[in-house]
């Protein structure tokens, strides 16, 4: 069979190929290694047979159909045996609330078998704790957004640093 070269851009990569023989090329370097259809289930674990120590990152796609509407998305992770939460939002990061929220949880454990009076204690010092770490959030936000409104007035960009304003 003669060999019949064709230039990059003459190559409409929407149609449709069939190939013979072996395909080679650049690999993308993901390995599938697990797709599962879940439904009417609360919870669903991906176990360490799946994210170990093998590979040095893991990717999760989901394409999700919540029951009803107002529901958020929670999953848990872990790393190693502590657990980590991990959620999801749309078209928008977590509010500091959320981040201080998180933060103190992590600072602040009660246990369940405490003297009630103690975990009432600690309850109303991790409350303060979440106060004091959604000040300092805030305040990392408004440092944070006054140097990229300067760097973009810099840079002669003016109205996206009147957007970042009005943020």
Same mark, same amino acid.
């Given at each position: 069979?003669?060999l019949t070269k064709?230039?990059?851009?003459g190559?409409?990569?929407a149609d449709t190929?069939?190939?013979? !023989?072996t395909?080679? !090329?650049? #690999?993308? %370097?993901?390995v599938k290694?697990l #797709?599962t259809t879940?439904?009417?289930v609360a ?7 799946? $994210?170990?120590? +093998? @590979?040095?990152?893991? $990717?999760i ?6 029951? #009803?509407?107002?529901v ?6 872990? @790393? %190693?045996d *502590?657990? +980590?939460?991990? *959620?999801?939002t749309e078209?928008?990061?977590?509010s ?5 929220k ?5 600072i ?5 078998k405490s003297?009630?009076?103690?975990a009432?204690q600690?309850?109303?010092f991790?409350?303060s704790v979440?106060? $004091?770490?959604l ?9 944070d957004? +006054?140097?990229?409104?300067?760097e973009l007035e810099?840079? %002669?960009?003016?109205?996206m640093?009147?957007?970042l304003?009005?943020?």
């Amino acid at each position: 069979m003669p060999l019949t070269k064709v230039q990059a851009e003459g190559v409409n990569l929407a149609d449709t190929f069939a190939f013979t !023989g072996t395909v080679s !090329g650049a #690999s993308s %370097g993901i390995v599938k290694l697990l #797709s599962t259809t879940i439904s009417n289930v609360a919870q669903y674990d991906i176990t360490n047979t799946y $994210i170990n120590a +093998t @590979y040095d990152e893991y $990717i999760i796609y989901g394409d999700l159909l919540p029951a #009803s509407d107002s529901v958020n998305l929670d999953c848990g992770a872990f @790393y %190693g045996d *502590t657990p +980590t939460l991990v *959620t999801a939002t749309e078209q928008k990061g977590h509010s500091p609330d959320f981040w201080a929220k998180s933060a103190s949880d992590r600072i602040i454990s009660v246990g369940n078998k405490s003297h009630p009076l103690i975990a009432q204690q600690a309850e109303a010092f991790k409350e303060s704790v979440q106060q $004091i770490v959604l000040f300092y959030l805030q305040e990392a936000i408004k440092s944070d957004r +006054t140097t990229l409104i300067a760097e973009l007035e810099l840079q %002669g960009q003016q109205e996206m640093a009147n957007i970042l304003r009005r943020l």
